[in-house]
């Protein structure tokens, strides 16, 4: 009997040491929820789509505050940082991609990587465009007599002053019969590399950046302070060599 009695609390002593095992486990690991790993690498600034997450499940307990647990979060949201393959996705790694205000339009055009962005127009900025045109042929943006010039001037206007950018695409070679491919002084296409920048722009600046990037030798982006709302006055948004005094 003793023996038997000594058994019994034995195995009462061994269950209630299994019970508090697995009671300090489930604490620390507690329920799993669903969370998002990125599949790839993203770079910043790039608009997001749910295709470029995996689900991995992990407990509550270990899980930031600030992770995304709904992927449809991602939705119109961009990178703010280079985003690295297998980190967890948190909703302090995105931001909402600049929006249209009433009256604006989307409007995509080829700048030459080397004189145009230098990497640091990211989507939010605030830029002025600059055109130059070589003066043949009337695309200095002169009518009538002045197009007929016979010795045309080379001129630099500001096409557009205070221009919004919603996106920066990916950086692209391109070929010398791409579009979007410089202009050379010889009236070609030069091959090179160029990024598509997408603005904000109304309709009338919409024209201007689309005439540019059409007919001027170059379009270049210059970056403007942020909260400097300024812009170009008109004495300023044209300039010639002859001009300059």
Request: charged share 20%.
């Amino acid at each position: 009997m003793i023996l038997l009695l000594l058994s019994v609390l034995c195995a009462v002593g061994a269950a209630a040491g299994v019970y508090a095992v697995v009671d300090d486990a489930e604490s620390k690991v507690g329920p799993e929820v669903t969370a998002y790993r990125l599949r790839a690498d993203v770079a910043a600034y790039r608009a997001l789509d749910e295709g470029q997450f995996e689900k991995v499940s992990m407990p509550r307990r270990w899980l930031p505050a600030t992770a995304v647990t709904h992927l449809a979060e991602v939705r119109g949201k961009i990178a703010v940082t280079p985003l690295r393959r297998g980190s967890l996705l948190q909703s302090d790694m995105i931001v909402n991609r600049p929006a249209l205000a009433p009256g604006q339009q989307e409007i995509a055009i080829m700048i030459d990587a080397a004189t145009g962005v230098a990497g640091k127009i990211t989507p939010g900025s605030k830029v002025n465009i600059y055109a130059t045109f070589d003066g043949r042929s009337g695309t200095a943006g002169g009518t009538g007599k002045d197009a007929k010039d016979a010795n045309p001037q080379p001129v630099s206007k500001v096409i557009v002053s205070g221009a919004q950018v919603i996106e920066v695409g990916r950086l692209t070679p391109l070929d010398g019969r791409s579009g979007g491919a410089r202009t050379g002084a010889s009236g070609t296409r030069q091959a090179g590399d160029a990024v598509p920048i997408t603005f904000a722009l109304d309709t009338k600046d919409a024209q201007r950046v689309a005439y540019a990037e059409s007919f001027a030798t170059h379009v270049r982006l210059a970056l403007v302070a942020p909260g400097d709302d300024t812009g170009v006055s008109g004495s300023d948004r044209t300039y010639t060599l002859d001009g300059d005094k």
